[in-house]
């Protein structure tokens, strides 16, 4: 039995599919503005094709952004639907309306916005309709299609021509005539270009809308300005010996003892590893608290920060990092921070 689930593959190729498609399709319309701004030689375009620019950009943004969030739903939702085919059994003696023998299981199929499976069967004397059946064994209709305008009844034909389906609803009430046309020839779905897949998926993962590297623009002219009247002296720039020395103090006053500093790893910041034993009464969750309250206390006003994320407790035994900064944009920040 075939499964909903298909290879990974398949869903990229189907989200990545869609994106170049109406991208290209963007990129169709600027280029028809670009044509008239060339031919016609004056603005009266210029802001049409900008908007359209903006429109391309924040477009691919967003594709790119929804990409693999999008992708895992589709997967998870086939997924759930192949679990939803194993854990029910295909419903027994369905029997034809019109000669009342026992009909064969052709498909399955969702319903409720996919909560619910039904199962459809076909008569083996293709005597018709078909039947589509929920798991408990109720019948599913077809809500009746009404005329839009008045509700009235409609009177259904269709029409097949070099395959194209023409479907025509005409209202017994009013006689209003309603007319669609699908396409049943089949668009021939080739294999996606690599490139393609580069320049309108991949290359726009990460990148911003613009919007957003406007204010990013604008934000960093205002850090500059502001970056230029900040002195890092006013900070406290304390080095490793004083920052043990400091530390020590204040956490021994707070009854935690057998405090040690570990080799510090070096890198665009000087990374500590401390550890100290709790001789209070505390439990782990008051331990971790009362130290990260200490640390984050003493180290406020310097170049040093804990990584609170670092910190953890078993039976009295602590650990934690600190890291100490002394490039000029990470002191920058940290006055900031101040401030």
């Known amino acids: 039995m075939e499964k909903f689930r298909k290879s990974d593959q398949f869903y990229i190729d189907q989200y990545d ?21 060339k031919t016609n030689q004056n603005s009266e375009h ?40 194993q854990s029910v059994p295909i419903p027994k003696n369905v029997r034809c309306n019109t000669c ?46 009404l005329c839009s305008y008045c509700g009235g009844k409609l009177n259904s034909t269709k029409n097949e021509t070099n395959g194209k389906l023409t479907l025509i609803d005409t209202c017994e009430q009013c006689n209003q005539v309603e007319t669609i046309e699908i396409n049943r020839s089949g668009k021939k779905i080739l294999p996606i270009n690599e490139d393609e897949r ?7 993962i990460g990148s911003n809308t613009f919007y957003e590297d406007l204010e990013a623009i604008t934000n960093l002219s205002i850090s500059l300005d502001q970056d230029s009247e900040i002195d890092v002296n006013k900070l406290k720039q304390l080095n490793i010996a004083q920052v043990e020395k400091v530390l020590s103090e204040e956490l021994e006053k707070a009854k935690f003892t057998k405090i040690q500093f570990e080799k510090p790893q070096v890198g665009r910041y000087l990374t500590v590893e401390f550890l100290a034993q709790d001789l209070s009464d505390r439990n782990e969750t008051n331990s971790v608290n009362k130290l990260v309250q200490i640390i984050q206390k003493v180290l406020f006003s310097t170049n040093w920060r804990l990584d609170v994320n670092s910190v953890s407790c078993k039976l009295g035994f602590l650990s934690a990092h600190i890291k100490g900064y002394s490039v000029k944009e990470d002191l920058l920040r940290i006055l900031k921070e101040i401030r």
């Open 17 to 37: 599919r869609h994106t170049i498609e109406e991208l290209k399709e963007l990129e169709l319309q600027i280029e028809k503005v670009y044509k008239k701004i």
């Open 46 to 85: 210029d802001s049409d094709y900008f908007k359209l620019q903006m429109q391309y950009q924040d477009t691919a943004v967003h594709f790119a952004r929804q990409r693999e969030k999008l992708i895992q739903s589709r997967i998870y939702e086939d997924e759930k639907r192949d679990r939803s085919i």
């Open 100 to 145: 009342l023998e026992q009909m064969k299981f052709d498909m399955f199929d969702f319903v409720e916005n996919d909560s619910e499976i039904i199962f459809v069967f076909s008569c083996n004397h293709k005597h018709l309709p078909k039947k589509a059946i929920y798991a408990d064994g109720r019948e599913f209709y077809v809500a009746k299609h």
């Open 198 to 204: 580069k320049k309108y998926c991949t290359d726009f």
